[in-house]
């Protein structure tokens, strides 16, 4: 089942309280409690929220997860110049770069989603993205662009398997895992979760986010955001055990001359696409989810939909440049994944 909502009064992620449930259960049935904790890592909050038994597990499984994260930072932040993934960007254009196993094996996961979307998705966007600044408000001219974009391109990321390298195949391209590395960044910290015992939990990373099991008895109530109305919710998803991404124009962005400019950008322009507001995935791991979510954004409602109909066990939510809903199949059956 799938409810409409316009109203800020509902928490996003797992409306109500199990206590009170459990409450009304004797006292001897009733073992462990949820436990949560926030903090902000790869420039967004990253959240995990689990059941436990045991207080000190607990923290230890969430003390896993946010170093997990912290790892992953370091590993492929473009903004830190000490990054492996800032190492690739200075060197590649060059010479093949050994880079590591984890990285190497994302990027190809990353040229993949690019062959499936027909390009939508690329990692190579960066070499137009790097010229924008959303806290400045300075976008590159229509000049630089034309410079820039030629960088574009996921052929031009030259994989060595044998070797583990990569190498530039044009010198102006640049990459940016962004919200790919998210999708990773979750999936990881499920697994880490999930190492440690845990049945029932949560890991967020901005707009990604793996559900592991339900809320004990009870889907997980996933809320998408409305993209015009802070606060507010354009529907929530009842779900279970899948992942979850939302791409939206309202988190990096400035206006100028009455046009939005936002960080999903179109890798044919080098410019942010204006057919959708926001898109969300459900899938069943969070880097499809993620790279689904980038190509449907710019693919727009309905080439978005058809690509999202030829994939199994995916399916999508968005929400157009008008304030319109759109729904795979799936979802409008109540038949989509993690809906069962």
Known sequence: MLLKLRSAARRVLGVGDDRAAAGRLPAAVVRGDW??????????????????????????AIDAVMADMHRIDHLMSPYRE?????????????RPVAISEELFELIERSVAFSRLTGGAFDITYASVGRHYDYRAGVRPDDALIAR???????????LDATARTLRFGHPDTAIDLGGFAKGHAV??????????GVTHGIVTAGGDSRLIGDRRGRPWSIGIR??????????????????VSTSGDYERYFESAGQRHHHILDPRTGRSPSLVRSVTIIAPDGLTSEGLSKAVFILGPEQGIALIERQKDVDAVIVDASGNLHYSSGLRQGAGPGMQ
Do not use: K
Not at 148 to 158: E, N, Q, S, T, V
Not at 226 to 243: F, M, W
């Open 35 to 60: 436990f949560s904790r926030e903090e902000p890592i790869m420039g967004t909050a990253i959240r995990v929220e689990l059941w436990a038994e045991d207080a000190v597990l607990a923290q230890q």
């Open 82 to 94: 000490d990054s492996e993934l800032s190492r690739i960007n200075r060197e590649a254009p060059l």
């Open 148 to 158: 820039a974009r030629p960088g574009i391109g996921f052929r031009h990321l030259l």
């Open 226 to 243: 409305d993209p015009r109305r802070p606060g507010e919710l354009a529907a929530v998803l009842p779900l279970r055990d899948v992942a």
């Open 187 to 196: 999936e990881r910290g499920a697994g880490i979760l999930r190492g440690h």
